[in-house]
């Protein structure tokens, strides 16, 4: 509904801008209303499934820590790792594999990006400061160098954690 008054919005304003209308009927027919409007949902679905999953990891965190009030980092790990396999499936199912592999390599690179924006802080007002890309790369070349045996991003690889200070 909302991308049928959209199509004629745009068909409207190229009308009046002396605009053929056979481009907004390309428009139309290349991205009809139905399909966008199920995208628009899956989306929604996802997005919703997502945070049910999170949700539900903080019950899952309360139940175990209520039976068990001295939990293991490693029983709270296992519980976040199941998680996390859960939260991955439903954003790949909501948005795609691409969307999927961006949120593990940000996920991979989290122990390392406070430190890059602590410097990236500190340079704001030199004569050098950081742009967004280049805190990218630098995130990226210090990930290749912290990672452990098992592949994993280890911020106290080097016996400390990584630090600005």
């Known amino acids: 509904m909302r991308v049928e008054r959209a199509l004629d919005k745009l068909h409207a304003l190229l009308t009046r801008r002396g605009v053929a209308s056979t481009a907004t009927a390309t428009v139309s027919d290349a991205l009809p ?3 966008i409007e199920s995208k628009i949902a899956k989306r929604s679905a996802g997005r919703s499934q997502a945070l049910d999953t999170l ?32 939260l991955l499936t439903s954003v790949r199912n909501a948005f795609g594999d691409a969307a999927t592999q961006t949120m593990e390599v940000y996920n991979a690179t989290l122990p390392l990006r406070g430190a890059v924006d602590e410097l990236a802080k500190a340079l704001f007002y030199s004569s050098a400061p950081m742009n967004a890309s280049q805190a990218e790369q630098l ?17 106290t690889r080097w016996g400390r954690p990584i630090s600005t200070r």
Request: overall charge positive; glycine content about 6%; cysteine-free.
């Open 139 to 155: 995130i990226q070349v210090v990930a290749q160098g912290a990672r452990d045996s098992q592949g994993k991003i280890n911020g």
């Open 55 to 86: 949700q539900h990891n903080e019950e899952r965190m309360k139940a175990a820590a209520r039976e068990n009030p001295k939990m293991t980092p490693a029983q709270a790990r296992a519980i976040d790792e199941q998680t996390n396999a859960e």
């Open 33 to 35: 209303p139905k399909s």
